[in-house]
């Protein structure tokens, strides 16, 4: 079963520092993996999400993950934090194929980051 | 995108009585899912919301707990039944497209029971 290990619950940065959120999955098919950010009392917004095309995946806010088949890794970082980047932050692999079509997420434990002015 | 919006946005609800959210997307979306997020955790999936059918419910959630309706492909509704203070938690709707790879969320319901 597809499944996502988040590694550090709470992660702390400076303000302008490079935010690095690490994500690993478990996966017996090429996975499908995203990155959502949970703002205070908030839904989920999509930050970005890998489909097999490039590793590198470009999203909003100034954030990029690069999908590492060895490492069933799948990083979230961002260069430089800002206060507003806040949040909690889910990393999430979607057990079946396009073929199939069903979306079901499987989510992280997630990864509260806090920025330090 | 698709937006999705949900009503209530939040409810203190009295245990044993039961609170029904709605979900409404603002364009046709072919799969429709709940979300429970229990205070400080992550997303645990409950079902996938099917258009005029009987939902399909995740290991350890059932019908006669979380009923769920789907009438159309732009609405669906769950409730939660026989509320105790174990059912505290935010609930979220979520829709996308049949062969796309991208899902949207609602806003999410945040129930209290007393």
């Known amino acids: 079963a597809q499944s996502v290990t988040q590694l550090g619950s709470h992660v702390s940065v400076s303000e302008g520092a490079l935010v690095l959120l690490r994500c690993n999955y478990s996966s017996s098919v090429p996975p499908y993996l995203f990155w959502y950010v949970q703002y205070p009392n908030q839904g989920l917004q999509l930050l970005l999400k890998?489909?097999?095309?490039?590793?590198l995946v470009k999203g909003i806010n100034g954030f990029e993950a690069e999908f590492k088949k060895s490492e069933t890794s799948f990083h979230l970082t961002k260069p430089s934090a800002h206060m507003s980047d806040a949040a909690e932050y889910f990393c999430?692999?979607?057990?079946?194929?396009?073929?199939?079509?069903?979306?079901?997420?499987?989510f992280g434990q997630g990864t509260r980051l806090t920025i330090n002015p | 995108s698709a937006v999705i919006s949900q009503k209530p946005s939040r409810d203190i609800c009295q245990r044993g009585t039961s609170l029904t959210i709605q979900c409404q997307v603002d364009?046709?979306?072919?799969?429709m899912f709940w979300y429970r997020q229990q205070p400080g955790q992550s997303l645990t999936l409950i079902a996938t919301a099917n258009q005029g059918s009987e939902a399909t419910y995740e290991s350890g959630f059932v019908i006669d707990k979380f009923p769920i309706s789907r009438p159309n492909l732009t609405f669906s509704t769950l409730t939660v039944s026989n509320l105790s203070p174990e059912d505290s938690s935010i609930y979220l709707c979520s829709g996308g497209e049949l062969g796309r790879n991208t899902q949207y969320f609602g806003p999410g319901t945040r129930l209290t029971v007393l």
């Open positions: 890998y489909t097999s095309a490039a590793t």
């Open positions: 999430a692999v979607s057990p079946d194929s396009l073929i199939q079509g069903a979306q079901k997420l499987v």
């Open positions: 364009s046709q979306v072919t799969m």
